[in-house]
T-cell receptor, first 109, second 113 residues
């Protein structure tokens, strides 16, 4: 049973904004939404996380729907270095991180 | 420099042999995790530990074993009972609590020859 659902792949032009969607319809009230990204043959890198309110940091913004059943990771200006697989994850009771298959982002120069 | 270190980066094993993958962190994190990643797939949880001398099975624990004798160390043993051990193995650590992020090592690529 999938805990999060993401598109398999997306493309973006360089220097344009990218909106990566994630559905998590079975989220409980205390589950945090985390985003990580992974380059080939490397460990995942933390991007951002949130609970209810929208969040911003130097890498990205996280927009969380009011019912918390979906969220969107926003990269404000895509660069070639942003090409990676992006994972949307719910962090559950017991502190586990459960990863899905993620979205492979291609940035076109 | 604080971080999480996995060794070795590449590991070759003969069928029928046990092999131990190392994971060390100096971040003073309580929680540590082991994941397996197959080509084109996401990460699957093998084992996790929230405190020294305690650990729990994840979704795919069969054929693997772990120990947590020290806070900074969480070694993973891939036993001969693991039917298809060739994969990319990732270790992570975090502060306990769902509002904190995980830090990952750079992985160990295990190949059975």
């Amino acid at each position: 049973d999938a805990k999060t659902t993401q598109p398999n792949s997306m493309e973006s032009n360089e220097e344009e904004p990218v909106h990566l969607p994630c559905n998590h319809s079975t989220i409980s009230g205390t589950d945090y939404i985390h985003w990580y990204r992974q380059l080939p043959s490397q460990g995942p890198e933390y991007v951002i996380h949130g609970l209810t309110s929208n969040v911003n940091n130097r890498m990205a913004s996280l927009a969380i729907a009011e019912d918390r059943k979906s969220s969107t990771l926003i990269l404000h200006r895509a660069t070639l270095r942003d090409a990676a697989v992006y994972y949307c994850i719910l962090r559950f009771t017991g502190n586990q991180f459960y990863f899905g298959t993620g979205t492979s982002l291609t940035v076109i120069p | 420099d604080g971080g999480i270190t996995q060794s070795p980066k590449y590991l070759f094993r003969k069928e029928g042999q046990n092999v131990t993958l190392s994971c060390e962190q100096n971040l003073n994190h309580d929680a540590m995790y082991w994941y397996r990643q197959d080509p084109g797939q996401g990460l699957r949880l093998i084992y996790y530990s929230q405190i020294v001398n305690d650990f729990q099975k994840g979704d795919i624990a069969e054929g693997y074993s772990v120990s947590r004798e020290k806070k900074e160390s969480f070694p993973l043993t891939v036993t001969s009972a693991q039917k298809n051990p060739t994969a990319f193995y990732l270790c992570a650590s975090s502060i306990a609590g769902r509002g904190t992020e995980a830090f990952f090592g750079q992985g160990t690529r295990l190949t059975v020859v």
